[in-house]
T-cell receptor
Framework: EDKVVQSPLSLVVHEGDTVTLNCSYE??????LLWYKQEKKAPTFLFML????IEKKSGRLSSILDKKELFSILNITATQTGDSAIYLC????????????FGAGTILRVKS | DTGVSQDPRHKITKRGQNVTFRCDPI?????LYWYRQTLGQGPEFLTY????????KSRLLSDRFSAERPKGSFSTLEIQRTEQGDSAMYLC??????????????FGPGTRLLVL
């Protein structure tokens, strides 16, 4: 059965720290992996990764995919309290309408 | 605002009552998805539509759940005879369909259901 596993489940850091969030997956017919940030409501899209070794970057956030080892990481540098959220990793199942298989998420809390 | 919208944002109901949620996707997105999220878990797939056709339903979707997308635009999710275990956040997402098959799904704000 397809699955996505995220680690750690929760993390508490101080402002200015750098964090690395992990996502491993076992999904047949893999095509892409997505990262979302969820605050109190809907997940908001961060990145889509399709190719190994190519880093996607947006401000202090960056992410990379390793298709050989079946994992992705999300890095956040110089963390701010506004980064506190649940970070979700998801993989679409392409022959099933691209429905998303989500991990349980990593709860990040940034203390000032 | 051209994002995905959902209504209501919050719903409190008594066990045994029926509830209906609405989702308006991003216009021109022909795929629409429903997910359910409980505390401490990632969203779980419930069902999806390609235009007006409902193409897949999860086994999580019992007979008490029904979803429609009658004109291929907005969708409704109805839960009949609600149970306390139905308490969750119900999320709607939409995406376009491309030949590459690598579309991003954009989520609405969700409807938080509490069944007393």
């Amino acid at each position: 059965e397809d699955k996505v596993v995220q680690s750690p489940l929760s993390l508490v850091v101080h402002e200015g720290d750098t964090v690395t969030l992990n996502c491993s997956y076992e999904v047949t017919n893999f095509r892409s992996l997505l990262w979302y940030k969820q605050e109190k409501k809907a997940p908001t899209f961060l990145f889509m990764l399709t190719s190994s070794g190519i880093e996607k970057k947006s401000g202090r956030l960056s992410s990379i995919l390793d298709k050989k080892e079946l994992f992705s990481i999300l890095n956040i540098t110089a963390t701010q309290t506004g980064d506190s959220a649940i970070y979700l990793c998801a993989v679409p199942r392409p022959y099933y309408g691209n429905k998303l298989v989500f991990g349980a998420g990593t709860i990040l809390r940034v203390k000032s | 605002d051209t994002g995905v919208s959902q209504d209501p944002r919050h719903k409190i109901t008594k066990r045994g009552q029926n509830v209906t949620f609405r989702c308006d996707p991003i216009s021109e997105h022909n795929r629409l998805y429903w997910y359910r999220q409980t505390l401490g878990q990632g969203p779980e797939f419930l069902t999806y539509f390609q235009n007006e056709a409902q193409l897949e339903k999860s086994r999580l979707l019992s007979d008490r759940f029904s979803a429609e997308r009658p004109k291929g635009s907005f969708s409704t999710l109805e839960i009949q005879r609600t149970e306390q275990g139905d308490s969750a956040m119900y999320l709607c997402a939409s995406s376009p369909t491309t030949l590459r098959g690598q579309e991003t799904q954009y989520f609405g704000p969700g409807t938080r259901l509490l069944v007393l």
